[in-house]
């Protein structure tokens, strides 16, 4: 079975503009969640999709946002980027909603640089 | 904000010794899981531990629960050179009901000396 993948792996953005980051999940995971990792802030919560549906939300503010498609893909939008977006942004999947509950799969992870 | 954190926050420990990390946690939990990442990339599920279970073994990992000093152990035997890697504990707070997230700690680096 294929891992979680995302794209792009590495992204450089200028602050003001927006961005779109993109998550294939495990073949029958209905669950995606997205998660923001820094060096200062470690390891945050963004967001959980399931069905389509936004299950569960961080507490970042609204520049941020994401999708689920009805094939389970997600996507997260980050507008207005700001420096203190640089981070690696994780995506993860699983069997079934809720992310404490089952065994998260993540991606590689997308790197994001705003200069 | 973080529910846990690791103790210690890095660790360098001989290949073949026994490497031991703690967990402490705020809030009750429904369960509590250990994720290993490998610099700069994604994170892999060790194990999941429930509130009703005070320790889990898995190959040459034993996980221990103690809930009521909040804290976890994870011990990693006979250590090895690819076991250099972050180790993190995730929480799921018993207040999230039917709203469940993982709610990760500070992170142990763990380096393993050839």
């Known amino acids: 079975k294929a891992g979680v993948t995302q794209t792009p792996r590495y992204l450089i953005k200028t602050r003001g503009q927006q961005v779109t980051l993109s998550c294939s999940p495990i073949?029958?995971?209905?669950?995606v969640s997205w998660y923001q990792q820094t060096p200062g802030q470690g390891l945050q919560f963004l967001f959980e999709?399931?069905?389509?549906?936004?299950?569960n939300k961080g507490n970042f503010p609204g520049r941020f946002s994401g999708r689920q498609f009805s094939n389970s893909r997600s996507e997260m939008n980050v507008s207005t980027l700001e420096l203190g977006d640089s981070a690696l942004y994780l995506c993860?999947?699983?069997?079934?909603?809720?992310?404490?509950?089952?065994?998260?799969?993540f991606g590689p992870g997308t790197r994001l640089t705003v200069t | 904000s973080q529910q846990g954190e690791e103790d210690p926050q890095a660790l360098s420990i001989q290949e073949g010794e026994n490497a031991t990390m703690n967990c402490s946690y705020k809030?009750?939990?429904?369960?509590l899981q250990w994720y290993r990442q490998n610099s700069g990339r994604g994170l892999v599920h060790l194990i999941l531990?429930?509130?009703?279970?005070r320790e889990k073994h898995s190959g040459r990992l034993r996980v221990t629960l103690d809930t009521s000093k909040k804290s976890s152990s994870l011990l990693i035997t006979a250590s090895r050179a690819a076991d250099t890697a972050s180790y993190f504990c995730?929480?799921?707070?018993?207040?999230?009901?039917?709203?469940?997230?993982?709610?990760f700690g500070t992170g142990t680096r763990l380096t393993i000396i050839p």
């Open positions: 809030t009750s939990i429904n369960n």
């Open positions: 999709y399931f069905s389509e549906t936004q299950r």
């Open positions: 995730a929480t799921d707070a018993a207040s999230n009901f039917g709203n469940e997230k993982l709610t």
């Open positions: 073949s029958g995971h209905r669950s």
């Open positions: 993860a999947s699983s069997l079934g909603a809720g992310t404490g509950i089952y065994e998260q799969y």
């Open positions: 531990i429930r509130s009703n279970e």
